[in-house]
């Protein structure tokens, strides 16, 4: 009785900080002609809901795709089909086809809210309670590591604030994780390749669950790993075909989409962004030296480059908790060396540093702070500044209480503590001098540059940690439980 | 200790977040006082009439608003001015709420005086830091974490938090027998919100038989020989020279009638628009019902006039049709009668602060149920300080939980906008869930899955009963469609449903309270 009021408890408080932040403004909001996120995903479901599915991702004279045209996989279009259904069931109005455009209405937005709420409530926060069960910590470490990354400021605000559905395809790859954790190979991949054809920023986790897969296989005794193998592509590619089947009646279509999803036409990042490239521009523009051509070519060396080590290792040795580390690796190579980043995109490694809470409060805390705060001037053009302050300072607090962040002893406490305050307080000037302090004319962006670079430098740090991490982690015992269960 | 700095950050975060959130009337009836103390001199403000929200509470909140303007300024001059009605500019939002959440620190600091001041905490529970299980931080949590008060003052937008404060740090004084002080504060209270005069009768009576005479307020029979003429003397004083700095400049600019005439206006209605739970609530509804019924049958004659709806919206005097109409007389007297006997309890049998404690909420209670023109939020008035005897007894704890549960969901129409619906919902459902796990922990009461802990099976049938009847009011009525033919429905129901379960409240707690005779060191 005591665990369901916990989780009532946290459940309620979750939904009330969500909703109070859905009570700001969205991305663009007001903003003619092109608005933002929210007026992208309510055209979505004008366009899915409107149009017969192949010309979904086509130009045509009724769907523009410059504006705002659909660029993510397939399952994000089934979902803003339902949603369209559901709209043109409550109000014509809002999905009308190219006469809806930039529609905002207070019921409108409400609806828009609740859908999200509802995703993240269904999906998101189950998975949480039941991943945190399934690490058998107790049921009170449970409920704190749930409550924490529940309260993860940088989802809420994206997700509720700045208007996204990442808690779908972040809730999604997280089964998936739950899934392989309890041994069950197949539903984890296939849970992981829904969470990929719902966003294809997802890839940030491919390698590692690929690697984790053949490794496992690989590991199992005698032929056993081969039809494991098997199993697990026909499952990943059964689950791609259902999920593009109306795209596949010809080559074309699927090219189409493809080539839809992955825009290799826009720039090496959009506005600022706190990975490598973007703050080495401080020194060097490759812009100017290198052409676009070789710009890509040379993201694709360096992110594969760096995600040599971790996936190696995690193949070679596969483990549930050294997977949750390669995670962690390869999502934030991926988001400081790849090609066309998106501020937002710091959500995918931080939701699985989240998994760490119970083992490192310290590290985790700092980083989901830090990434939050990598968003500032996205927060701050969106009008979240009060949310994200209320939200931060919550989830500080909240860590304080729930965990002690103290970890080590000695001269290395002393760094530590100095370290996280120092890296605090640089945080709060920031803020303050983004909000306050009106920038030299000749230097407009100052503050969204600094931010940038000073949460770069944080991310490499972190970057060298979990790797650090992964490799000093213990030989354990390759989970005997994921590979008995499949020898019995 | 540090979880108690905890709750309090985090309950702060928490109303940082709700800054955004609907804001009613009163945040423009706020604005407007600010730009009045700011831009005008004493002598108009009691006069200014630009705004239909003129200045109508006591000087020392006029003194409040105007230190308030001062730090304004910086924020956003044009919130300043008295013409401009209505204004909401980003940066006024900020100021205000923000200016709550500041004020709200009294309270915070005020609970923290009577939590570490007068609860004996027992055996080793001194250490304990879990919210869930430690006294201490259980009834701080109670208080600071009231969903009432979150909903009136950070949604709906006043200052009751400060005003709270004043009260709770009055009541604490009189537990710590620094009568004089408490005193004081509560004479600075009734100058900041006249609202709070409902109660001063248990301030009166128990100040004057505990303080004034001199038998340690326990004994049972006065002795006249005891009482002290320095004392009246000192209390005089010190509240006597409060009013005379918060009224006199009025005073010496014959401005007093004009203050007072502000200050209790009788000309509004007997029922605010939304009726307040309490007695004319269920007044009102038996008229009705006696209406239709006579209707029907043909046994009166009622002319039409006696027919609009009291829930439409105006705030309007109202003809009941068939029982007599109550007169603001008759309200007066009807609230006299139902304080009297607490008072009189007290004045018998003195058995210090706690005793006090009872009358002032009996008060409360009593002008809530009887008084003229009431509104829904005055039930915080019984709610915070009901909170302070959680601890003490089994059986208050019991009607605590009933209580808030009732009245945190009586508040529900004051907040009608669709955007906060699930806010308010989460908001309530946190603090019943945590109050009855919590104050079941206190008394080592298990949940189970039939009964809620501390109530009989008849009250936790009623307790539930809000869930169906929120769900009608939320979803059936307008998804029948019937929120525009009767919109009033939703609001009479919650009123009346709500009014039963406070009425319950005071019942009982009337007979618990006369109960209690004498302490028991003097029975045995």
């Known amino acids: ?488 | 200790m540090e979880t108690w700095w905890m709750v309090v950050g985090i309950v702060t975060c928490t109303k940082l977040l709700l800054f955004p959130s609907y804001k009613s009337t009163d945040f423009d009836v706020h604005r407007n006082w600010l730009a009045i103390t700011h831009s005008l001199p004493i002598s108009k403000w009691y006069y200014e009439d630009t705004s239909e929200w003129t200045l109508d509470y006591p000087p020392f909140f006029a003194w409040l608003e105007y230190l308030l303007s001062q730090i304004a300024q910086f924020f956003d001059p044009e919130m300043l001015k008295v013409e401009n009605v209505d204004y909401r500019s980003d940066a006024t939002v900020l100021f205000q709420r923000l200016s709550v959440v500041l004020t709200d620190f009294i309270y915070i600091y005020a609970v923290k005086e009577f939590c570490t001041k007068c609860i004996k905490l027992q055996r080793k529970d001194d250490n304990n830091s879990d919210i869930f299980t430690s006294p201490y931080l259980i009834l701080t949590s109670l208080l600071i974490c009231n969903a009432g008060l979150m909903i009136v003052d950070h949604i709906h937008f006043q200052y009751n938090g400060f005003l709270f404060g004043l009260l709770l740090l009055s009541i604490t004084r009189l537990y710590e027998g620094r009568n004089i002080e408490g005193a004081l504060w509560f004479a600075a209270l009734l100058n900041f919100k006249h609202i709070y005069l409902y109660v001063a009768p248990a301030y009166f009576v128990y100040l004057l038989r505990c303080y004034c005479f001199k038998s340690d307020g326990v004994a049972a029979k006065i002795s006249w020989r005891t009482f002290s003429f320095t004392r009246i003397i000192m209390l005089g004083f010190v509240v006597i020279s409060v009013f005379c700095l918060s009224f006199g400049p009025f005073m010496l600019m014959d401005q007093l009638p004009q203050v007072l005439s502000r200050l209790f206006p009788f000309k509004r209605g007997l029922c605010h628009a939304y009726w307040a739970p309490n007695f004319y609530a269920l007044y009102n509804v038996v008229d009705k019902a006696a209406t239709l019924f006579c209707k029907k049958y043909n046994l009166l004659n009622i002319s039409d006039r006696g027919s609009a709806m009291m829930t439409g919206g105006l705030v309007q005097e109202f003809q009941h049709t068939v029982l007599p109409s109550i007169s603001p007389l008759v309200t007066l007297i009807l609230t006299g009668l139902s304080i009297l006997p607490a008072v009189l309890h007290l004045w018998v049998y003195p058995k210090g602060p706690k005793s006090f404690l009872r009358c002032l909420i009996l008060c409360g209670f009593g002008s809530y149920m009887f008084a003229w023109h009431v509104h829904e939020k005055a039930i915080l008035i019984i709610t915070i300080p009901f909170s302070l005897l959680v601890l003490d007894k089994k059986r208050d704890a019991q009607l605590f939980l009933i209580l808030s549960t009732v009245a945190h969901y009586s508040l529900f129409p004051l907040i009608f906008t669709k955007a906060e619906t699930v806010i308010k919902i989460c908001m309530v459902l946190l603090y019943t869930v945590y109050s009855f796990y919590s104050v079941g922990n206190i008394y080592r009461i298990p949940w189970t899955l039939t009964q809620l802990p501390l109530c009989s099976t008849i009250e936790t049938l009623y307790l539930l009963g809000i869930v169906p009847l929120e769900i009608y009011n939320s979803i059936i009525n307008p998804g029948l469609g019937l929120d525009q033919r009767l919109p009033f429905i939703p609001l009479m129901l919650t009123s009346v449903y709500c009014a039963i379960g406070i009425m319950y409240c005071w019942i009982k707690f009337y007979i618990l309270t006369f109960q209690e005779k004498m302490p028991k060191s003097h029975r045995e």
């Open chain 1, 1 to 488: 009785m005591n665990n369901i009021v916990y989780v009532a408890l946290v459940s309620l408080y979750a939904i009330f900080v969500r909703w109070c932040i859905s009570l700001n403004t969205y991305s663009g909001a007001g903003k003619k002609p092109m608005f933002g996120d929210y007026e992208a995903q309510r055209h979505w479901m004008e366009i899915s809901y409107n149009l017969p599915v192949h010309s979904w991702y086509t130009n045509s004279s009724v769907n523009n795709l410059l504006y705002w045209g659909l660029d993510y996989p397939p399952l994000t279009a089934y979902h803003s089909w339902i949603c369209g259904f559901l709209s043109q069931k409550i109000n014509p109005e809002w999905v009308k086809l190219n006469t809806s455009r930039g529609y905002e209405r207070y019921e409108h937005k409400l609806f828009m809210r609740y859908t999200v709420l509802f995703a993240d409530v269904v999906l998101f926060f189950p998975v949480i309670f039941l991943i945190f069960k399934q690490m058998k910590i107790g049921e009170t470490q449970m409920i704190k590591a749930a409550m924490l990354t529940l309260m993860y400021p940088g989802l809420i605000l994206i997700d509720h604030g700045h208007f996204q559905y990442n808690c779908i395809s972040l809730g999604l790859m997280l089964f998936g994780v739950l899934f392989l954790s309890q041994g069950r190979d197949l539903l984890g991949s296939i849970a992981f390749c829904l969470a990929l054809n719902y966003k294809q920023m997802e890839l940030y986790h491919a390698l590692p669950f690929f690697c984790y897969l053949l490794g496992i296989c690989f590991r199992s005794q005698n032929q056993n790993g081969f039809f494991r193998l098997i199993k697990i592509g026909l499952a990943v590619i059964t689950t791609f075909v259902f999920c593009w089947l109306p795209f596949l009646s010809s080559v074309e279509s699927a090219i189409q989409v493809l080539h839809r999803l992955f825009p290799f036409a826009r720039g090496l990042y959009e506005d600022k962004v706190a990975n490598v490239w973007c703050t080495l521009s401080l020194v060097i523009k490759l812009k100017n030296i290198l052409t676009t051509d070789h710009i890509i070519l040379l993201c694709l060396v360096s992110t594969l480059v760096m995600l040599l080590p971790s996936s190696l290792d995690l193949l070679i040795r596969p483990s549930i908790q050294r997977f949750k580390l390669a995670l962690i690796n390869s999502s934030l190579v991926f988001f400081l060396f790849s090609f066309q980043v998106h501020e937002k995109s710091i959500l995918i490694p931080a939701i699985v540093v989240c998994l760490q809470i119970n083992k490192e409060p310290f590290w985790c805390v700092w980083f989901g702070v830090l990434s939050t705060f990598s968003m500032l001037p996205l927060l701050i053009k969106d009008g979240l500044t009060t949310a994200f302050i209320g939200c931060t300072l919550l989830y500080i607090i909240l860590s304080l209480t729930l965990y002690d962040l103290v970890q080590y002893t000695g001269w290395k406490k002393s760094l530590q503590k100095l370290m996280f305050s120092m890296s605090i307080l640089g945080m709060a000037v920031l803020t303050i001098g983004s909000l306050t302090v009106k920038p030299p004319v000749h230097l407009p962006d100052l503050f969204p540059v600094l931010v940038s670079a000073y949460s770069c430098v944080h991310f490499v740090i972190f970057l060298f940690y979990f790797h650090y991490r992964q490799f000093t982690l213990a030989n354990d015992r390759v989970d005997e439980v994921v590979l008995k269960k499949k020898m019995s």
